[in-house]
Each structure stands twice: as structure tokens, then as C-alpha cells.
């Protein structure tokens, strides 16, 4: 069962929601508010007469099956636009702003779960890791005024 899909009553409760409709009602004021952390708990658990617990748990299994239904598509898509990404700015000799984009890729993988092993990621960035190092010497102050 996908909270997305699942349909909201307009004519029940909040108090009488299922658990499902309750978690497809709390992803709906978590995709308005932009941000999961910008969605009060506590009001919710008012809401819906339920322990602030609850509503973490439901926060948790929101998140679980988001992550259960994008995860490879996410993660092939986010890999194939990292890695193009590095290698325009090491083209243009733009490190300064590669580098931000691996810092910024690595947030993401780790961010939604992705644990990967010392490794494996040496695997994958050893090519990157040599441009980058060559492109780092040419570092200037003005790269550092970019955002």
C-alpha cells in the first residue's frame, strides 16, 4: 500500500482515519510544507488524538516506504547526473564547484541510507579523484567566490 495513492475521506475525522489515511495525510503536509521537519508533530498528534510517538512512527514508515519506492531509480539517476556533472565542471576547469558537487552527492547517498564501503567509492572516484587533484592546482581566489 502506497500512502501517495492512498485516498483522504473528506467526510470522516481525522481522530477515525486508518492508519494509512493518516500517514497519506501527514505525507500530503510534508510535501505542502516542502520539508519533513517543517511538519509539527505534535499538532498532528492532536489532530488525529494519537501519542506524539505514533505520529513518529508514522513519520518513520513514511519515509521507509519513500525510500522503498525510489531507491534505485533515485540512485542510478543521481550517479549518472554526479558523475556528468564532475566531469563538465573538471572540463571547464571549475573545481572549486566539483568539489562542492561530490560534497554535495555524498550528502545525498548517505542521506537517504546508502552506506557504501571506503572501497567501493575509491573504485568509483579514482578517475574523478585524479582530476580533481590535477584540477585543484589550478585553483584561483576567484574560484572560491562561486556559489
Given amino acids: 500500500m502506497t500512502y501517495k495513492n492512498t485516498p483522504i475521506p473528506e467526510d470522516k475525522d481525522p ?3 486508518t492508519h494509512n489515511e493518516r500517514r497519506a495525510e501527514i505525507l500530503k503536509h510534508i510535501i505542502d510544507a516542502g520539508l ?3 511538519v509539527n508533530q505534535t499538532e498532528l498528534a492532536q489532530r488525529y488524538e494519537a501519542s506524539q510517538p505514533q505520529i513518529s512512527r508514522d513519520f518513520k514508515r513514511i519515509k521507509e516506504e519513500i525510500r522503498d519506492t ?3 531509480d533515485i540512485q542510478v539517476d543521481a550517479y549518472a547526473l554526479y558523475q556528468s556533472s564532475i566531469a563538465k565542471l573538471l572540463d571547464q576547469e571549475r573545481p572549486y564547484l566539483a568539489c ?3 560534497d554535495d552527492y555524498l550528502k ?3 542521506g537517504i541510507g546508502i552506506e557504501k564501503s571506503p572501497e567501493k567509492i ?3 572516484c579514482s578517475d574523478l ?3 580533481l587533484s590535477e584540477a585543484a592546482k589550478k585553483i584561483d581566489k576567484e574560484d572560491f567566490k562561486e556559489k
Wanted: net charge neutral; hydrophobic share 25%.
Fill in 70 to 72: 525510489i531507491g534505485n
Fill in 129 to 131: 579523484r585524479e582530476r
Fill in 108 to 110: 545525498f547517498i548517505y
Fill in 36 to 38: 519533513s521537519r517543517r
Fill in 122 to 124: 575509491d573504485s568509483e
Fill in 15 to 17: 481522530e477515525d482515519y
Fill in 100 to 102: 562542492k558537487v561530490m
